[in-house]
């Protein structure tokens, strides 16, 4: 490596030619970035002291040595975005400037001839800088004179012409040339034989925008390859990906894409600012080439946006797709990645891996509607794989779902009618997906919903009881507030209409009468409106009573037979079983009215907390224990699964026991033998229980 200051323009008048190689991204400075540039060539170029200004550095390859006959070009790894925009201004300046010199080596001519051309030299050749793609259409057009191509790069016209336009006035024009003069560079020269590009690459400081974790990888991978494998693997399949992607998905979700990709390679989720990290160690320890592990990134890229951008081309698959994304299922990407790749080699029929993605819908719907913590569940999607046997696969999948423990669970259909009906489904995150769902179940012709609004068949009023119309408030009975108050954002109260302006706050009798009121609706959710003669709690609770049967069916659960989830169950390697006769204590009265106390409290928590009695204290586990209790003559010995340091104890009840041997598990331990203690005690126990949920 070779490292040494220059000016900016001697740098572009002495270089044969700079290439930006195939594999670096597309020009993306923007107007901020032009602006910024802008200001600091006025400054310098007004400031008579100021004899440089350094605007970073330019790394580039020396492809060989040069010789009097022959220059070869130098390929940028580092620097194009200022390369690019510093010609740009010098374009727009040569326009500005025109025959006139402001000062010496600042006219048309020489601008040109220096810096954005080799004026005797033709075809490719003739231009100081290539770019890529579009990018390069766009500069040659603009260094030329000539009109835009049809499909231009945005970027590098808006700049330009942003640049022309500052030069519109005469009277900066050399303040801008003597600023320009004075800009330098760090000129940093690398040996493909000596020096490694992409360490270097890796640790350069740069101004200007930070690269994508995409645009690392990319670079990662092509880097290092020969101007022509590079080429030929760009062409194949990474710009490709890239038009598969489009240019504003491409930019906003690849990096989540290669987070999924990922996470299907290596079970381990990284985070989003670690991807590149963890993309070079999966590449290093898979040992595979180049060439396969850009052909399987391509490969799942396409999966992808089937997935996530519409791309799908089988209509069942396309409209489960959409229903995936409407209900915002990212978490669960990396396995709908896997089961496609196994679609796609025949490892998964078509119709298994439909009901399965339809299981995982109903999966996630289910758990949103109980307001199950979602927090575990990228976890969850990321390790289901293992538990597969994929010579029975949807049969092991189904297991797998129905076997998920605790908080980790598929709501069974007694607590999904249960809670469907008493949730506030109007403020849900994705109701227009649980309403289209409603409608269209089942349905051959399928009615298009997106002009149709939300309607609270007992009025919302704007969620304030007082405006609530005294029609509605006879109608409702003595208890209207209660009535309004308890169900009116629930599943009982709502259906779909393209007239809520026109419904109001009317009568039940005026909603469904009047011109295209409930009785003239196309809707389907609207048809056992039009029997009614009045709308009142017990209306509400029968109609989402029946909707709550309908949504079992809608969003099923998995079912195999008792003896088949046996058989995927995880084998008990100790047949003991243990009770209250193994905890002597217990069975004094003191000890044994303290942990009634506490075990009644804790199970208390929430529904997915467990108790377990062992052989030497009791578990009380989401997933793992977060409290265990060791029963004692006087008292109970808590030991609280959560780290010492921690602890929010204000009544000191805490004793840390990193380094002690204890029966139980965790580094914190509190005794327990004083009733009035429980809600200071349960306190402590609440802490270890919510940091494993957050965990």
Not at 146 to 171: G, H, I, M, W
Not at 189 to 213: H, W
Not at 271 to 279: G, H, L, S, T
Not at 542 to 552: H, I, N, V
Request: hydrophobic share 35%.
């Amino acid at each position: 490596m070779k490292a040494k200051e220059a000016k900016l323009l001697n740098f572009l008048q002495t270089a044969p030619q700079l290439v930006i190689p195939i594999y670096q991204r597309l020009y993306s400075w923007g107007l901020r970035e032009c602006e910024q540039l802008w200001e600091d060539i006025i400054r310098c170029g007004q400031d008579e002291d100021n004899h440089g200004h350094f605007i970073g550095s330019v790394v580039y390859i020396e492809h060989g040595l040069y010789s009097v006959t022959s220059q070869s070009p130098l390929l940028i790894i580092d620097g194009q975005q200022r390369i690019t925009t510093a010609s740009l201004l010098i374009a727009a300046l040569s326009e500005a400037v025109g025959e006139e010199e402001f000062i010496e080596g600042f006219n048309q001519a020489q601008l040109r001839g220096f810096y954005l051309t080799n004026p005797l030299l033709s075809g490719e050749k003739r231009y100081k800088l290539i770019l890529s793609q579009t990018d390069n259409e766009t500069l040659r057009a603009i260094i030329d004179g000539k009109a835009q191509p049809e499909c231009y790069s945005l970027r590098v016209q808006e700049n330009f012409e942003f640049f022309q336009d500052k030069l519109k006035d005469k009277t900066i024009l050399e303040t801008v040339c003597k600023g320009l003069s004075k800009l330098i560079v760090v000129d940093i020269s690398l040996q493909r034989d000596n020096d490694n590009p992409q360490l270097i690459f890796e640790s350069m400081n740069s101004t200007g925008k930070k690269l994508s974790q995409a645009d690392l990888i990319r670079n990662y991978i092509l880097m290092g390859l020969e101007n022509e494998h590079q080429t030929t693997l760009y062409n194949d399949h990474w710009r490709k990906m890239e038009l598969l992607f489009g240019q504003e998905a491409y930019s906003e979700q690849f990096d989540s894409f290669m987070r999924h990709y990922l996470t299907v390679k290596t079970g381990d989720i990284p985070k989003i600012d670690d991807v590149y990290e963890a993309f070079k160690q999966y590449f290093r320890l898979s040992r595979q080439s180049v060439e396969s592990a850009v052909a399987d990134i391509h490969q799942y890229a396409i999966y992808y946006c089937a997935i996530t951008l519409g791309a799908e081309k089988n209509k069942t698959l396309k409209e489960t797709f959409q229903n995936i994304r409407e209900l915002r299922m990212d978490v669960a990407y990396p396995l709908i990645l896997e089961l496609y790749n196994d679609y796609q080699n025949d490892v998964l029929q078509l119709d298994e891996f439909i009901e399965a993605l339809r299981l995982m819908e109903s999966y996630v719907f289910r758990r949103a509607v109980c307001a199950i913590p979602t927090n575990s569940m990228n976890k969850t999607f990321a390790g289901l794989s293992k538990n597969f046997n994929k010579q029975r696969y949807l049969e092991s999948f189904k297991a797998a779902l129905m076997l998920l423990p605790s908080y980790r669970r598929f709501p069974n259909d007694e607590e999904f009618k249960r809670e469907i009906q008493i949730r506030d489904l109007y403020n849900f995150r994705s109701r227009s997906y649980w309403l289209k769902k409603f409608e269209n179940h089942n349905h051959k012709e399928p009615t298009l919903i997106d002009s149709a609004t939300i309607e609270h068949i007992m009025p919302q009023c704007d969620n304030n009881a007082d405006k609530v119309p005294q029609v509605w408030r006879q109608a409702l009975g003595d208890e209207w507030q209660r009535v309004w108050e308890t169900w009116r954002n629930t599943l009982g109260n709502l259906t779909l209409t393209g007239y809520n302006s026109e419904y109001s706050n009317k009568s039940f009798a005026e909603k469904r009468d009047i011109e295209k009121g409930f009785k003239y609706s196309h809707y389907i959710l609207n048809n056992e409106l039009v029997e009614l003669d009045n709308w009142n709690e017990s209306t509400i609770l029968a109609r989402a009573k029946r909707m709550a049967e309908r949504a079992s069916n809608i969003w099923p659960s998995a079912h195999l037979p008792i003896e088949v989830i046996n058989a995927y169950k995880p084998q008990n390697t100790t047949n003991a079983v243990y009770g209250f006769d193994d905890h002597p204590y217990l069975a004094k009265e003191c000890v044994n009215t303290l942990f009634e106390a506490f075990r009644k409290a804790v199970l208390a928590l929430d529904p997915c907390v467990t108790e377990v009695f062992l052989k030497l204290y009791i578990a009380y586990k989401a997933e793992v224990n977060f409290v265990d209790v060791v029963p004692q003559a006087k008292r109970l010995r808590l030991s609280l699964n959560i780290p010492f340091a921690e602890i929010n104890d204000p009544q000191g009840l805490c004793k840390d026991v990193t380094s002690l041997g204890r029966w139980g598990n965790g580094d914190v331990e509190v005794g327990f033998e004083n009733l009035e203690d429980l809600p200071h005690v349960m306190a402590l126990v609440t802490q270890a229980f919510e940091r494993q949920m957050d965990n």
